[in-house]
Nanobody
Framework: QVQLVESGGGLVQPGGSLRLSCVGS????????MKWYRQAAGKEREYVAG????????NYAESVKGRFTISRDNVRKTVYLQMNSLQFEDTAVYYC???????????WGQGTQVTVSF
């Protein structure tokens, strides 16, 4: 059974930091490109960041460049999203996604809520 389980969300003040984690199971994690998306209330889901299978290349949405860092640990089958200098606009449910290399398989986690507020 394939699972992606996110954790680490919560309430944080503007300027604060959070680290999200996403643990994969039931599939060969190291062969999957890993991405983070987010969806704010009333808005469409949007891409946040992605990392290649070996962690060598990373890509970020313009809105989070310089503030967020994606990383992965293939031994722990975990992808991380370090979020610094959080802003009100970062409030959203954050989802991780696994995309298979050379296949059409993709999996989503259930999401974790991040709320930036006083």
């Amino acid at each position: 059974q394939v699972q992606l389980v996110e954790s680490g969300g919560g309430l944080v003040q503007p300027g604060g930091s959070l680290r999200l984690s996403c643990v994969g199971s039931g599939f060969t994690f190291r062969y999957y490109v890993m991405k983070w998306y987010r969806q704010a209330a009333g808005k469409e889901r949007e891409y946040v960041a992605g990392v290649t299978i070996d962690g060598g290349r990373k890509n970020y949405a313009e809105s989070v460049k310089g503030r967020f860092t994606i990383s992965r640990d293939n031994v722990r089958k975990t992808v991380y999203l370090q979020m610094n200098s959080l802003q009100f606009e970062d409030t959203a449910v954050y989802y991780c996604k696994a995309e298979g290399m050379g296949s059409n398989s993709e999996y989503w986690g259930q999401g974790t809520q991040v709320t930036v507020s006083f």
